[in-house]
């Protein structure tokens, strides 16, 4: 395990839900959340709403994003956001045809948006990694 622990918000009966599957990665003894710490946890969320064994062979590509605001680019109706830009990621896992797309706030927050409601950043806010 790495600096941080992954604490999932919703439990896993809500991952077929039409809602929004969130998570929380929080640093150990002062550390900083790092991109390896939140995209152990994306993975980890993929490979059991997934049901791989032992984690499958999963395929990740991350992109730096400042978000427009605190939904990450998955705003919910009568949901209120902090209205500043947040800095964090975006994370598109694979695994043989599927596709899972994260969003995640450098402060640890992770999210996957229901299909359809993840918005984009704005234009020239990504860069690819």
Same mark, same amino acid.
């Given at each position: 395990?790495? %600096?941080?622990?992954?604490?999932?918000?919703? @439990?896993?009966?809500?991952?077929? %839900?039409?809602?929004? @599957?969130?998570?929380?990665?929080?640093?150990?003894?002062? +550390?900083?959340?790092?991109? +390896? !710490?939140?995209? /152990? %946890?994306?993975?980890?969320?993929?490979?059991?709403? $997934?049901?791989?064994?032992?984690?499958?062979?999963?395929?990740?590509?991350?992109?730096?994003?400042? $978000?427009? !605001?605190?939904?990450?680019?998955? #705003?919910?109706?009568?949901?209120? =956001?902090?209205? /500043?830009?947040?800095?964090?990621?975006?994370?598109?896992?694979?695994?043989?045809?599927?596709? /899972?797309? =994260?969003? #995640?706030?450098?402060?640890?927050?992770?999210?996957?948006?229901?299909?359809? #409601?993840?918005?984009?950043?704005?234009?020239? /806010?990504?860069?690819?990694?």
């Amino acid at each position: 395990m790495t %600096a941080a622990q992954s604490l999932p918000a919703d @439990r896993a009966e809500n991952a077929v %839900a039409p809602r929004v @599957r969130a998570g929380m990665v929080r640093p150990v003894s002062g +550390a900083s959340v790092t991109l +390896a !710490d939140v995209e /152990a %946890a994306v993975r980890a969320d993929a490979a059991q709403a $997934w049901q791989l064994a032992g984690g499958g062979v999963l395929q990740v590509r991350t992109e730096d994003v400042d $978000w427009a !605001d605190g939904s990450l680019g998955c #705003a919910r109706p009568g949901m209120t =956001y902090t209205m /500043a830009l947040q800095p964090g990621w975006r994370l598109v896992v694979r695994h043989e045809q599927r596709e /899972a797309v =994260y969003h #995640a706030s450098r402060r640890g927050q992770w999210l996957l948006c229901p299909g359809g #409601a993840a918005g984009l950043p704005p234009v020239g /806010a990504a860069s690819s990694r």
